[in-house]
């Protein structure tokens, strides 16, 4: 879990938005990247975030 201070500095480099967790994801709703969380550690780069697929519930 990402603590929540860090998680408000925090926005999508694509985008500049800001990020949501879900699970072991952060979501930018406004570029529809899914950006991983590997032991803990946002991986902000646009080259290794997943497309999310209109439609998704990103709840």
């Known amino acids: 879990m990402i603590d929540k201070a860090l998680l408000k500095m925090l ?3 694509k ?5 949501k967790q879900v699970g072991n994801k952060l979501i930018c709703e406004v570029s529809g990247l899914a950006y991983p969380i590997e032991d803990g550690i946002p991986i902000l780069l646009v ?5 999310l697929e209109q439609g998704i519930d990103k709840k």
Request: aromatic share 0%; proline share 15%; hydrophobic share 40%.
């Open 11 to 13: 926005v999508c480099p």
């Open 15 to 19: 985008s500049k938005a800001p990020l």
């Open 47 to 51: 080259e290794e975030a997943l497309q």
